[in-house]
């Protein structure tokens, strides 16, 4: 990718950057005025390997790999981004006016990829969640964090500057965001029922009626390792009980009032809110304004209609 050109170290010129009436410079705004970004890219990457970088033609290069390479370029392209306004800076041009130009880039930048993005997120999600794939959780885990990066370098660079671009880059850091939220929901959800599986077979072949009764619940049941957990641990209350170790009784029993007191029926089973847990983090933005409305008798009067019928509830418009 030729974001990585951007990860290493680059050489600070004495007068960084082009002049602003330089036929090299114009030649690439030309070239991204007319949707050639094939040609913007390469005119730019010429100008890189003559040793000129300036801030007005970086990221069209950064932006690029996103069209050639998918999601997967999304943390490089990050990386790249954290490092150019990082230890790289001193590299780029043009000495006039460099703030104003890194922000009108920047600019470009989150907006192009938040249309992009938003686009995914449209109908559904269901691109949004495909695109999504494209990565590994690690993958996913390590553009947050160079995506934090970028922002508080460039923050601390443009100073009340960067102000000007924090809702765009809010809405893309959101976005991105989500990717390692899908895919960590997938491999939990995998992993729990798995486990469950798996000790719900282990416990089958106990012959005790209690046990055998929590063995049918662990077996039927397709919740998390959690919940097997909280089953063992009835079984073991009632064999403690019927046994007479009371005081054992009582240690087992304030633990399961601890487990009970803080219920998460999204951690006990997860399989069930697999599905409700990834709309949400794909429509938060959506839907999560609407919460104002609480209390209001629009509100009142729609949450009457859906706890009466949600089947006509759910045929309702906006």
Known sequence: MNSERFLVELPASGTPGLEAFDPRLSDIMAAVQNGNMETAVQLSLELFDSGEYDIRAVLYVVYHDLSLNGAASLPVMFEALAAIFGMNWPAFGPEKNKEKHAH??????????????GRLEADGGEKFFDFAHGLELADAQRLNDAVYAFNENFDAILGPLAEKTRNSRREVTL????FADILQAELDAAASEAEAETEADDSSSSDDSNTG??????TSVAGSVELQRLLKKMTAFGDLTKSGRFELAAV????IQDTLANFDPVKF???VFSEYARHLALNVDNVWGHLDMRGSPQWDALEAYYKADIEGFMKLEN
Do not use: N
């Not at 920047?106 to 249309?115: H, N, P, Q």
């Not at 009764?213 to 662990?218: C, I, K, P, T």
């Open 104 to 117: 009108s880039a920047v600019a470009w930048f989150f907006k192009t990829l938040s249309r992009q993005l």
């Open 175 to 178: 976005m991105c965001s989500k």
């Open 213 to 218: 009764m929590a063995s049918d619940a662990q």
């Open 252 to 255: 087992v029993l304030a633990d």
């Open 269 to 271: 089973f997860p399989s």
